[in-house]
């Protein structure tokens, strides 16, 4: 598993900016990549995933790049607003029935 | 609102004590998740199961932890004896086990454990 400490990256914005949180995996054979955003008492909420086969994904307003050669994830917002204020983690889906594994999160404060 | 609920949001327990929580998924999710979350971490999984069947708990913390499935519609996790270190969130998921969004997960609002 992972060894996180208690200080996660933090990342402030202004408002309209574009943020980009990045983030290290550490299974290669892992097969999809997840983002989530979770608000303070909220659990996860999906944003986007990628597939390893891709190495980039557009949503709306987020993007996502894989690079799997160093094994770096990054998720994209565009203009970003107040309420993308929250803590974000990458995850890789892992095994056949969908265990998550949840890597550093950053917090996220983008500021009117 | 038809998203995962869990039940109770908080609990505040004496260390010794037993505590059962409980997980509602979305109705018609096959799988459901178990998972741990410590200030400053990402969840942490703990548990699986696929309709009533637990077909995966070597990641359960110690034998002090059991989770139910009995129908295969909500679900309880039990920790026997908490001790402080048991104090976290802990977070129920669920999902669909076919189609191409499969592996996309549900995560519910929490049950948040304190232990004093």
């Known amino acids: 598993g992972e060894s996180v400490g208690l200080h996660l990256p933090t990342l402030s914005v202004q408002e309209g900016d574009n943020s980009i949180i990045n983030c290290a995996y550490s299974?290669?054979?892992?097969?999809?990549f997840i983002w989530y955003k979770q608000e303070s008492g909220k659990g996860p909420q999906f944003i986007i995933d990628?597939?390893?086969?891709?190495d980039k994904r557009q949503g709306q307003r987020v993007t996502v790049l894989l690079n799997k050669t160093v094994k770096h994830l990054s998720l994209q917002i565009a203009a970003t607003q107040p309420g993308d204020s929250a803590v974000y983690f990458c995850?890789?889906?892992?095994?056949?029935?969908?265990?998550?594994?949840f890597g550093q999160g950053t917090i996220l404060t983008v500021h009117p | 609102d038809t998203g995962v609920s869990q039940d109770p949001r908080h609990k505040i327990t004496k260390r010794g004590q037993n505590v059962t929580f409980r997980c509602d998924p979305i109705?018609?999710?096959?799988?459901l998740y178990w998972y741990r979350q410590t200030l400053g971490q990402g969840p942490e999984f703990l548990t699986y199961?696929?309709?009533?069947?637990?077909?995966?708990k070597s990641r359960l913390l110690s034998n002090r932890f059991s989770a139910e499935r009995p129908k295969g519609s909500f679900s309880t996790l039990e920790i026997q004896r908490t001790e402080q270190g048991d104090s976290a969130m802990y977070l129920c998921?669920?999902?669909?086990?076919?189609?191409?969004?499969?592996?996309?997960?549900?995560f519910g609002p929490g049950t948040r454990l304190t232990v004093t």
């Open positions: 199961f696929q309709n009533e069947a637990q077909l995966e």
């Open positions: 995850a890789e889906l892992g095994t056949s029935y969908g265990k998550l594994t």
């Open positions: 299974n290669s054979a892992s097969d999809y």
């Open positions: 990628i597939r390893s086969n891709m």
């Open positions: 998921a669920s999902s669909f086990s076919r189609g191409p969004s499969s592996y996309e997960q549900y």
């Open positions: 109705s018609e999710h096959n799988r």
